[in-house]
């Protein structure tokens, strides 16, 4: 009998809280992974992809997430790109189109 295997995914978010939430949400749907470093995200994407789906969060410090996201689609161009935080910036600074945006509540 064939083994039924979740699909992957990667959390990246510099808020423990948010991470250990999403984590919990999602368990049971995907195997997560997840780190609050978005350089360690990119190593975990390139030595442990592929992932289906890579959910980032957009203010972190050292990178943000739409620069994030866009190394990732170049490592990964099949992997699926959330970008999670608040939309009041002009659309200008979404230029790389990383994916999908899922809003987060104020």
Do not use: N
């Not at 984590?23 to 049971?28: F, H, S, T």
């Not at 969060?57 to 943000?64: C, I, S, T, V, W």
């Amino acid at each position: 009998m064939a083994e039924f295997l979740l699909p992957r995914i990667l959390l990246v978010d510099d808020d423990k809280e948010v991470l250990d939430a999403l984590r919990r949400l999602l368990r049971g749907y995907y195997d997560v992974a997840a780190t609050h470093d978005p350089k360690e995200a990119i190593r975990l994407a390139v030595s442990h992809g592929p992932f289906a789906v890579v959910v980032s969060d957009l203010r972190m410090p050292g990178m943000d997430g739409i620069s994030l996201l866009f190394l990732i689609r170049k490592a990964a161009p099949e992997t699926v790109r959330v970008l999670l935080g608040e939309w009041r910036l002009g659309h200008g600074h979404c230029r790389h189109q990383p994916g999908q945006r899922l809003p987060l509540p104020c």
